[in-house]
């Protein structure tokens, strides 16, 4: 399954880098998630956007700052980041933003922050 | 508020053994259900999902799962485990809009 693929798959920062994850979709959907998954607790949503506008902000600190030029492709820009920061973060995509939608996950991008 | 209670954090079976995976949602309107599942080394994968209709409904490789709305519940089955079942499975739901609200996760194991 290579609908939706994400980059880089692991990454090291120290906590005053600026590194930024990516994400891109080949299945032609409209909407496109960000995902927290840290050990021993639920995936976490961070964001989701719609035809390109973000709809939802999941109460996420400003350090991680989401772009997302199209609807193919989403960014998240990392900068400052700290320790508890250190996780799994999985992008998605479904056709559109409706409750019932399927989302269609990437393999992740397993961060360490030291 | 919406939540997800996945209470078995580890399974282990043997082969051939019955399956069924404990999921209770919170939220006080109408509900779609979901069942992902993660294979070692592989993406989240929808297993089967619920949106309305026969409470019971099936997913990929023999899994279903029953809609019990008076009990909260949309827990997952399978007659006769295998070993490539073993995997992660995540229960999750979302209610009135598009937020995804994932359970903890249940590790199953299957020997052989």
């Known amino acids: 399954e290579t609908g939706v693929t994400q980059t880089p798959r692991h990454l090291v920062m120290g906590m005053t880098n600026k590194k930024s994850l990516k994400c891109e979709q080949h299945?032609?959907?409209?909407?496109m998630y960000w995902y927290k998954q840290s050990a021993k607790k639920p995936l976490e949503l961070m964001f989701v956007y719609n035809f390109k506008e973000q709809t939802e902000n999941n109460s996420v600190p400003s350090r991680f700052s989401p772009e997302c030029p199209n609807s193919s492709h989403l960014f998240l820009h990392l900068h400052t980041l700290q320790p508890e920061d250190s996780a799994l973060y999985l992008c998605?995509?479904?056709?559109?933003?409706?409750?019932?939608?399927?989302?269609?996950f990437g393999p992740g991008t397993r961060l360490l922050v030291l | 508020a919406q939540s997800v209670s996945q209470h078995n954090h580890h399974v282990i079976l043997s082969e051939a053994a019955s399956l069924e995976l404990g999921c209770n949602y919170s939220?006080?309107?109408?509900?779609?259900l979901f069942w992902y599942v993660q294979y070692p080394g592989q993406h989240l994968q929808l297993l089967l999902k619920y949106f309305s209709g026969d409470p019971l409904v099936k997913g990929i490789k023999g899994f279903e799962a029953e809609f019990i709305k008076s009990k909260f519940s949309f827990n997952l089955r399978k007659p006769s485990v295998q070993w490539s079942d073993t995997a992660e499975y995540f229960c999750?739901?979302?209610?009135?809009?598009?937020?995804?609200?994932f359970g903890t996760g249940t590790q199953l194991k299957v020997e052989l």
């Open positions: 939220y006080g309107g109408t509900v779609n």
């Open positions: 299945l032609g959907h409209n909407a």
């Open positions: 998605a995509s479904s056709q559109d933003p409706g409750g019932g939608e399927t989302q269609y």
């Open positions: 999750a739901l979302t209610g009135g809009g598009n937020k995804l609200t």
